[in-house]
């Protein structure tokens, strides 16, 4: 991949990831195909396992009870089919880009970010859906979650800093879990 290409994509596909890691991954993950290179099937294969410990952890903070079974199954489905989506749609994007015009790439790109929306909408109601059957002290660790962090890319925050150990930049992206 060309130098300039990889300084824009490299970035966005980490942001990417980043953003939806938190939120993606399943439990036995899907065989790439073959002639996906192996540097490839490595990045989605720790992206899957990020996905499921993000997934274990969130079930641990909540304290998830047998009786919230199937809202917290559906939930952490979504983060996983969330996952997958992603991850193909960058793959894809990844094949097409050494070829693509400068207008392709934008719209590829933006293609990519509502995937991103319509996943993070899915997510919302998957959530909302879980968030309903939870106890007032459960509720209470999940909005303390999801008010702490202002770095969407890292989820919920556990310390009130980012990834590099800063205080958070903002408070308007904590919507997300």
Do not use: C
């Not at 641990?60 to 009870?65: P, R, S």
């Not at 979504?78 to 094949?95: C, G, I, P, V």
């Not at 998957?126 to 770095?151: C, N």
């Amino acid at each position: 991949m060309k130098t300039s290409t990889r300084n824009v994509t490299l970035p966005a596909l980490i942001a990417f990831a980043l953003a939806t890691g938190p939120a993606l991954a399943q439990n036995a993950s899907p065989k790439l195909p073959t002639s996906t290179p192996p540097s490839t099937q490595d990045h989605a294969q720790k992206h899957a396992d990020a996905v499921e410990r993000r997934i274990a952890d969130l079930h641990a903070q909540l304290k998830i009870t047998d009786q919230q079974a199937k809202q917290w199954d559906d939930f952490a489905q979504t983060m996983r089919d969330n996952a997958r989506k992603a991850d193909q749609a960058f793959r894809d994007r990844a094949q097409k880009l050494p070829t693509m015009h400068a207008p392709d790439a934008m719209k590829s790109y933006a293609d990519i970010t509502e995937t991103h929306a319509d996943n993070m909408k899915k997510l919302a109601s998957s959530f909302s859906d879980l968030y309903d059957v939870l106890s007032p002290e459960q509720k209470q660790i999940a909005d303390q979650m999801y008010r702490k962090t202002g770095d969407h890319m890292n989820g919920p925050a556990k310390s009130g800093k980012n990834s590099k150990g800063h205080p958070p930049a903002s408070a308007s992206s904590s919507a997300r879990p």
